[in-house]
């Protein structure tokens, strides 16, 4: 756990980039701190490591003051990754991700091996060891700089904006090997981002600043997209509330409608037989979806570039947004539903969803306290 | 005209005795050498602590623009009047002479030096700072690796003018290379003075040459992008899954 405790920093020049800042950041879980630029949130960061001083307050790691310790033992407890990853550009990658094991006097076999176990860990393939960091790309440099800070194994990590210099496909993938990775790590982590989205998706607490370093509100993502405090927090979480709130709430067991299916190669008289309203899913020889195709429009046997493409899948019990989403991005109108293999099991249509949605009550304050 | 020169330099008797190539060579990069090896303990590890403490960079700034307007024939001669008289024997002219050598040496050196750690890349430094590096580790394990290719083209810079100064110090009366010239021009033997200025020259090249390879040895290939060329085989190349027609919301 790591706790502020009114911690403030003031500049000479009477700037307070942080002020009276008191919060917790539960032990195991991802505390995301977001707001715009010049909120105070890299600097609250950075006191935590201690690489910025506090002017007043406290901060705790567990019972620890952290005002207290040795600036260097501080460190090299915390794993530390930044925005651009900082990797050294002189040292080989095993070398990189070796560096706190190094500094703790573990010989270099040792550090080794465990640098060789985190490249994989953080899914790059060995042949990358002996590379330099130039040799890579973006996203597999801030790859190899989340391996570097998880080396010695330290209980908390520090993230500060660490996806937001990749491309927005790339970053959509490290965020969900990052949450993998927590899944099994249960790490304490301070995460910051100016992406209220990036806040939304991994954290487990979401707290939001405002300018000159003042706490606004601090929720799980659900919570504070169902009851923003005030219109800055609303403003700041942006457009679609409602619908992305849908990302936190399962679905139950909904009951799907079943269709007849096609598979790729099936003749024109085939697709005629297997369509309703027009519309017939294809799917491959595991019984995964493959695509919607019109059937009055299938004039020779099917091929995979005739099938239409907008639809998206839902998995049955995943969260509501994705099967709501999967019945409104469908051709048919019917949304496609599968297993965990992926296999196709029915479909739904959007009234259905909605209908479920209308049932349940929205996350409460009581709730809230609860699970605080 | 060729010809003589080229008669001049393989005349075995021009190579040997106190006074022959072979000695005056030796003097000169004797001379060289310590020169730079004293310039480099003195401004490598100034430039290094201004470039990592950021104190005195105006001093960098300004020394290495003034340096460059030194003349190096006004200095040397201003050094033997003034330190000349106040030691005997030989030292009244080695000491003047290898005085200005160093003070020519130092600017290349110390502005490589301090830009090389100035130009570390700032998050590397943070990061190096954020993991539990102190202060004198991170000059260490970070910016003087870092830094060594600016370091070492200092020292080139340096060392190449080190080279064609020290001709001059044969004015003064001391050995070297520079002697050839010298004492050529004063009978106007042609040859002698071109087989001098040709003997600096080769052998400034020489040096260089010898100093990249050290470079080369001692500069990281991931800053230089000389990476050894890693084979490997990867089964799935070339392939590419077909893609599904429907995206799979995550």
Redesign the interface.
Known sequence: MIRFDSVSKHYPDGTKAVDELTFEAPTGQITVLVGPSGCGKTTSLRMI?R?IEPSGGRIWIDDQDTSTMD???????IG?V???????????IVANIA??PR?LGWNRARAEARALELLERVGL?A?FA??????LSGGEQQRV?VA??LAADPPVM?MDEPFSAVDPVVR?QLQ?EFLRLQGDLGKTIVFVTHDIDEAIKLGDRVAVLRAGGHLAQLADPAYLLAHPVDDFVADFLGKDRGYRALSFQGSPAFSLTQEQTVPLGATPAQAAGAARDGWVL?VDASR????WIESGRVKSPIK?EM???G?????VG?PL??VL??ALSSPSRRG?M?DDE?AFVGTIRAHEVLAEIEERARPELEDQEARA | MINRIFAWLTDGAHWQGYDGIAARLIEHLGYSLIAVLVAALIAIPLGLYIGHTGHGRFLVVNLAGAARAIPSLGLLLLAVLWLGPRFNGDIAFLLPAGLVLVVLAIPPILSGAYAGVEGVDPDARDAAKGMGMGGSQVLRHVELPCALPLIMSGIRAGTMQVIATATIAAVVGLGGLGRFLIDGLAVRDTPQTASGAILVALLALSVDMVLAMVQALIVSRGLTGRYKRVKTFDPDAGVTPPAPALQHVA
């Open positions: 490591n690489m600036e260097t033992e501080l460190r090299r407890g530390y930044i925005q651009h990853a900082g990797l050294f550009p002189h040292r080989t560096t706190v500094l393939p042949g002996r590379r330099y960091p130039a040799q700089g570097r800070a520090l959509e969900d294809v995964r979806p493959l695509g995979p099938l239409h493409r639809g998206t899948v839902a998995t995943g947004r994705n989403d999967a496609v599968v992926g």
